[in-house]
């Protein structure tokens, strides 16, 4: 069965700089997708960035890249520039690519991310 | 506006009493799923469906029942809650099963 480990329970930022949140998985299969997840205060899941276990490259969406390591199995999230909107729960997630009936993702137990002013 | 809709939004309910959690989207999606959130534990899957009429369990399905009647909506029921199953549940869609998957607002259960 595949796991996501999230290691960093909580982290700390001060506004404007860098933070990079650390995230490991474990799997078999070769075809499968990772994602960044961000929870507010509302509570409301929202997908920050997404990588394709095929692509070399890492993702990026304006100031949120990740680190994607295959064959480490690890998959961090870099905040560049970081702002009091980024304060959240962060999870990492996994999915299988292809194959099979269920792409359920598979999530890690979170990262508070506290950013200081 | 695209958009998974949950209700209700927040409930206070008793030991045994069945409800319903209603799930909805807009999208045409054929992929939707049913998830809780516990304090340390992430997300969990309850149930997913393929496509209308196709339903399957997910890590944690005991103790609630799904249907997929309709290809916008996905409940979920609850017949006995217990305690156990205080929780925070998202519903999720996609497009596809292999496509990004797309969340609710999410739905605060308190079963005394």
């Known amino acids: 069965a595949q796991t996501v480990t999230q290691s960093q329970p909580e982290m700390s930022v001060q506004e404007a700089e860098t933070v990079t949140l650390s995230c490991t998985y474990d799997?078999?299969?070769?075809?499968?997708?990772l994602f960044w997840y961000k929870q507010p205060p509302s509570r409301q899941m929202i997908l920050v960035i997404r990588?394709?276990?095929?692509?070399?490259q890492n993702a990026t969406e304006n100031r949120f890249s990740v680190n994607f390591q295959k064959a480490a199995k690890s998959f961090s999230l870099k905040i560049s520039d970081s702002q009091l909107g980024d304060a959240a729960m962060y999870f990492c997630?996994?999915?299988?690519?292809?194959?099979?009936?269920?792409?359920?993702?598979?999530f890690g137990k979170g990262t508070l991310l506290t950013v200081n002013p | 506006e695209a958009q998974v809709t949950q209700n209700p939004r927040y409930l206070i309910t008793v030991t045994g009493k069945k409800l319903t959690v209603t799930c909805s989207q807009n999208?045409?999606?054929?992929?939707m799923s049913w998830y809780r959130q516990d304090p340390g534990l992430g997300l969990r899957q309850i149930y997913y469906?393929?496509?209308?009429?196709?339903?399957d369990k997910g890590d944690v399905p005991e103790g609630y029942k799904v249907s997929r009647k309709e290809k916008r909506n996905f409940p979920l029921i609850l017949e006995s809650p217990s305690p156990n199953q205080t929780s925070l549940y998202f519903c999720?869609?996609?497009?596809?099963?292999?496509?990004?998957?797309?969340f609710g607002p999410g739905t605060r259960l308190t079963v005394l």
């Open positions: 469906s393929m496509n209308v009429e196709v339903t």
């Open positions: 999720a869609s996609s497009l596809t099963a292999a496509d990004t998957q797309y």
């Open positions: 799997t078999s299969e070769s075809d499968y997708y």
């Open positions: 990588q394709e276990a095929y692509k070399q």
């Open positions: 999208m045409n999606h054929e992929y």
């Open positions: 997630a996994y999915r299988r690519g292809s194959g099979g009936s269920n792409y359920k993702l598979t």
